[in-house]
């Protein structure tokens, strides 16, 4: 019997089919205006897209120039790449323009669809961003569609790593960027850590297209993208923490080596905050409970491991006065590897060697943040429906599925599932060797590079020719994918292989004309494409007759998403295929999913070796596992994101904050509002207001007073002085203080003075950032456990992050103020020597390399010096620390017998 969602759709048809249908109008009048733009020159089409550019900056809607838009850009793809657009990918351009994500099966050319939609928005001037998920990708794609947007008069740009500045600012200025996900996100942070305006390269975020949309925006989104650099010298924190660690009793902590965590009891934590404050680590006032504390707290964590799980000649050994950490497994040595979070600095004050700055974060975002920054975001793939919820849910994006150009004809088997492994593997091999015989073309789907290797040495056993192709190198990856479809080829590839390649029955005829000019560069490129073009027409209809390309996995992904990109690779544009999955009780998906309860059915159905099961229903409690799975991932990447908003918020206000800063050419107003609240925030402090005149901390007041603002004023005096009250001394201190200022402007100049509050004020927000970065990373890693005292860990997060910002701003506004306070013009005498010291500094550095170039010349064959005895120092002459050592070892004295010395 029919459910009623069942007739409802039969009756109403679904969500998907009503916005299909709303669009087919649209489609009817861009195919309308088809003969009007087909008698245009080249010369008019760009003409057009200038008229409707002024129209667009004008005011009008992008709405309503669409039919004439996705008209002419049609014409322009049609005359510059001999491609005419299908009604389908008009339909699939509308809605990407809509804000959606087009959902569109492989072959259906997701590439030129997004043409449409990126030339309609970059009509309004203010850029289009189109991101792929690699560079080979962002630039194949960038180099080929070029072509459709100049013939329509809009320039096109790529950005990908390493690129020069100029270069890169360039691409970002037209109207149509290629890049990865990857490179807008670090241009991004690397923007908001500029200090000139001139030096920003993105323009703000109008709107992008996302290709290959689930990798990018749900695969790839699960870490952030972090810039980093080396942390404020923390060494003596550490090693005065590390005194306290060999006093501790056993009551006072406990240890979990199983995990290798090890935390404090009530017991240690009192005894911790009594030894801390005695030793001026922990301020007066202050507890381990405080939101300031987290990174105190967090080093004596590491601390208390460092000297309690991590044992001498067992996790490491001390090698030349450094760290050096061993490799459980194999017992060797892990030169240059260090642990994370301060505990290898931890070991290194544990073992009383030199400690070495940790690296810190400078910046870092989610995919998910930046992408929510666009003012509109669309994206495309072939598989996006499994995560429908998802992306409405985080990016505000629908999903449409749109229908293919023409049906699909390929048989979709139903999974085969064998008890073991092995037995699998040798059916995989069976089914390969089957359709081999007939030349059926196949792609067989592994998981990892170790299990496509298996397979390979495994065919190559049974004398199978066939391509291997673990996804390492883009261009390489694209070439076998081009060729999987040839008569009678295996390829055996990792199940993500190919995204953005078309696999087409017969061979790819763009790769083959690529190849063939590369051979023979004198042959004439037309009469080479027109006998290609033969050839694979040939040998197309004898892969058909042969049932078309056979995707062949040998697993199932936890993510069904994946399993239906593999699957999509067959069957484009209507042309015959196979799919089918074997599986096996062991594979992971299995083990962990009731495979107990279908292996024990299996044996009571009394299954012989190397037989498998069959059936419809193992399908569907398959798809029903992956969802659950698919449902815990989105929670957890939810919760994530849930942590990261508290960060984004904030993030939000500095970078505005930075922008404003950068935009102004005058500081000298908010300079000295921060410097005249300082002086309110002192006052306060000292002489609360409603207190008695002996209540003062005038004392206090004057030091205060000179360490902040630099100006040595009579503060006792005045607070004795008749009708002085908070409000007089406010106002003394401020006049005080903005006298001095105008002494600095004056003895500065305005220009210079300007410059130096903007530079100042944008580094110590800098600064500022980066300790409060830091910090959070230590209350995310120790929120967690507030949870055992029934409290919320995010709404603990969410509080004490807000307190820990409104910190940050108060402290800024001090630093600023006592900075600008000490600067002072250099004299000259104060100049010659910075300029001697940069001379000398220069120098040392040619030293040094034209000693390395020395050392480098000479390694082993060098010769010792004359005289030289190994016992004798006097003998060796006075080599500098860099010099090739007088041994004639070839090594730096430093590093040979300078290190005796």
Known sequence: ????????????????????????????????????????????????????????????????????????????????????????????????????????????????????????????????????????????????????????????????????????????????????????????????????????????????????????????????????????????????????????????????????????????????????????????????????????????????????????????????????????????????????????????????????????????????????????????????????????????????????????????????????????????????????????????????????????????????????LNARQHEKEAQIIADAGKFGAVTIATNMAGRGTDIQLGGNVEMKVQQALAADPEANPDDLRTRIEAEVAEEKEKVKAAGGLFVLATERHESRRIDNQLRGRSGRQGDPGRSLFLLSLEDDLMRIFGSERLDKVLSTLGMKEGEAIVHPWVNKSLERAQAKVEGRNFDTRKQLLKFDDVMNEQRKVIFSQRLEIMESKDLSEIVQDMRHQVIDDLVAEHMPPKSYADQWDTEGLYAAVIANLGIDVPVMQWAEEEGVDDDVMRERLEEASDKHMAEKLAAFGEDTMRNVEKQLVLQTIDAKWREHLLTLEHLRSVVGFRGYAQRDPLNEYKTEGFQLFERLLDSLRTDVTQKLAQIRPMSQEEQQQMIAQMRAQQEAAAAEAKARATTAASPTGATAREGFVEDDPTTWGSPARNDACPCGSGKKFKHCHGRLA
């Open 1 to 468: 019997m029919l459910g009623i969602g069942t007739i409802a759709k039969k009756v109403f048809g679904t969500a998907n089919d009503r916005k299909i249908k709303a669009v087919r109008p649209l489609v009817a009048k861009i195919n309308a205006l088809e003969p009007e733009f087909e008698a245009l020159s080249d010369e008019e089409i760009k003409q057009r897209t200038q008229a409707m550019a002024e129209r667009a900056m004008g005011g009008e809607s992008l709405d309503d120039i669409l039919p004439e838009a996705f008209a002419n850009c049609r014409e322009a793809a049609r005359r510059a790449l001999g491609l005419r657009a299908f009604d389908t990918q008009l339909m699939g351009g509308i809605f990407l323009h809509q804000g959606n994500i087009s959902e569109q099966k492989t072959g259906e050319g997701k590439t030129l669809t997004a043409t449409f939609a990126a030339y309609l928005n970059a009509l309004s001037g203010k850029g289009v961003h189109i991101v792929t998920v690699n560079d080979y990708l962002a630039k194949r794609d960038a180099e080929w569609m070029a072509k459709v947007y100049g013939a329509l008069g809009l320039t096109t740009g790529v950005v990908y790593p390493q690129q020069p500045e100029d270069e890169k600012g360039e691409a970002y200025r037209c109207d149509i960027t290629y890049a990865t996900n990857n490179e807008l996100g670090f241009d991004y942070l690397r923007d908001n850590m500029k200090s000139e305006l001139s030096q920003m390269m993105q323009r703000p975020h109008n709107f992008a297209i996302v290709d290959e949309v689930d990798s990018i925006l749900i695969d790839e989104a699960r870490t952030p993208l972090i810039i980093s650099g080396p942390a404020q010298d923390r060494s003596q924190m550490y090693a005065d923490i590390d005194r306290i660690i060999p006093e501790i009793e056993e009551i006072h902590f406990t240890l979990d080596e199983k995990t290798r965590g090890a935390s404090f009891t009530d017991e240690g934590n009192d005894w911790l905050e009594e030894k801390l404050s005695q030793r001026g680590l922990l301020p007066e006032g202050q507890t381990l409970y405080d939101p300031e504390s987290a990174t105190l707290v967090h080093h004596v964590s590491q601390a208390l491991k460092a000297h309690k799980l991590f044992t001498r000649d067992k996790d490491y050994i001390v090698r030349d006065q450094e760290v050096v950490l061993i490799d459980e497994f194999t017992g060797r040595m892990m030169t240059g590897r260090r642990l994370s979070d301060g505990l290898h600095q931890a070991i290194e004050a544990k073992e009383g060697v030199s400690i070495k700055p940790e690296n810190v974060t400078l910046a870092s975002v989610t995919f998910q943040n930046y992408f929510r920054l666009y003012n509109k975001l669309a994206g495309m793939t072939g598989t996006a429906l499994t995560e429908a919820e998802e992306f409405q849910e985080i990016y505000n994006l629908g999903v449409v599925e749109v229908p293919t150009n023409r049906p699909i004809a390929r048989q979709d088997d139903n999974d085969m599932v064998f008890r073991t492994a092995r037995e699998k593997f040798e059916g995989v091999v069976k089914e390969i060797k089957e359709a081999n015989e007939k030349g059926q073309p196949i792609l067989v789907g592994t998981t990892s590079i170790e299990k496509s290797e298996f397979l390979s040495k495994m065919l190559t056993a049974e004398g199978v020719e066939h391509n291997v």
